[in-house]
């Protein structure tokens, strides 16, 4: 089900000869793909009920009682779609095929690194990013997403976005056949690991590929 369509057709953003074709950001209901390994999927707490007045007297007429609702997280960034771990989302092109679809699958705080060239964080802390994509379609002959993980980001709490999340440190954190691999991503599914630098051990982690022009993309809260 198409649910937010992009205000403005996406566009390939790499110097690379991949022609340019408009996308449209999609979201899809299913099952998220498990990953084996130190990454598991964050819980997410239920709402409570609001509690029960007890031993009123029917005379009395009780107010009701303010609630407040918890802010939505907020960002620097606009055209961001907000979703979940394990939702099925993509794009399609202008024409309404599609093309690729994803889950993010889990998101894991300061995983145990299990490269033998693995050093500590630059910043403080690594958090790595569970993905499985599948390229269903191809354009021209071309392939619709130039995967890379300097595409990935960390927002902090105060809202505002942290660029430098790619650090050398990242690329020796994964071992390098659980990354996913950099480029242009050809028909298939492909399954592994983003790893970021960040100061904060909570935020939300941001995906803006360059297909969509490198302004638009999801966000979840970790």
Same mark, same amino acid.
């Not at 007297?57 to 609630?67: A, K, L, R, S, V």
């Given at each position: 089900?198409?649910?937010?369509?992009?205000?403005?057709?996406?566009?390939?953003?790499?110097? $690379? /000869?991949?022609?340019?074709?408009?996308?449209?950001?999609?979201?899809?209901?299913?099952? /998220?793909?498990?990953?084996?390994?130190?990454?598991?999927?964050?819980?997410? @707490?239920?709402? #409570?009920?609001?509690?029960?007045?007890?031993?009123?007297? =029917?005379?009395?007429?009780?107010?009701?009682? =303010?609630?407040?609702?918890?802010?939505?997280?907020?960002?620097?960034?606009?055209?961001?779609?907000?979703?979940?771990?394990?939702?099925?989302?993509?794009?399609?092109?202008?024409?309404?095929?599609?093309?690729?679809?994803?889950?993010?699958?889990?998101?894991?705080?300061?995983?145990?690194?299990?490269?033998?060239? $693995?050093?500590?964080?630059?910043?403080?802390?690594?958090?790595?990013?569970?993905?499985?994509?599948?390229?269903? /379609?191809?354009?021209?002959?071309? $392939?619709?997403?130039?995967?890379?993980?300097?595409?990935?980001?960390?927002?902090?709490?105060?809202? #505002?976005?942290?660029?430098?999340?790619?650090?050398?440190?990242?690329?020796?954190?994964?071992?390098?056949?659980? #990354?996913?691999?950099?480029?242009?991503?050809? !028909?298939?599914?492909?399954?592994?690991? !983003?790893?970021? @630098?960040?100061?904060?051990?909570?935020? #939300?982690?941001?995906?803006?590929?360059?297909?969509?022009?490198?302004?638009?993309?999801?966000?979840?809260?970790?």
């Amino acid at each position: 089900m198409l649910v937010r369509p992009v205000s403005r057709a996406a566009r390939f953003g790499r110097r $690379s /000869a991949v022609p340019v074709f408009g996308f449209l950001l999609l979201a899809l209901t299913g099952c /998220a793909t498990t990953i084996s390994g130190s990454a598991s999927p964050l819980s997410v @707490d239920g709402g #409570q009920s609001a509690p029960t007045p007890s031993d009123v007297e =029917e005379t009395e007429t009780q107010e009701p009682e =303010e609630t407040t609702s918890a802010p939505a997280p907020t960002t620097s960034d606009t055209g961001l779609q907000p979703t979940t771990i394990g939702q099925l989302e993509g794009f399609v092109s202008d024409s309404g095929d599609q093309l690729m679809t994803f889950t993010v699958d889990a998101i894991t705080v300061n995983p145990g690194c299990n490269s033998p060239y $693995s050093d500590p964080p630059a910043t403080g802390n690594f958090v790595a990013v569970a993905v499985t994509i599948n390229i269903l /379609a191809l354009v021209d002959g071309e $392939s619709p997403l130039f995967f890379s993980s300097a595409e990935w980001h960390i927002i902090g709490p105060d809202g #505002q976005r942290d660029n430098e999340n790619s650090t050398f440190e990242t690329y020796l954190c994964a071992a390098e056949n659980e #990354q996913l691999p950099s480029g242009p991503l050809g !028909v298939g599914t492909y399954v592994g690991i !983003v790893v970021m @630098d960040t100061p904060h051990v909570s935020g #939300q982690v941001i995906w803006t590929p360059s297909a969509l022009g490198g302004l638009e993309g999801w966000s979840w809260t970790y």
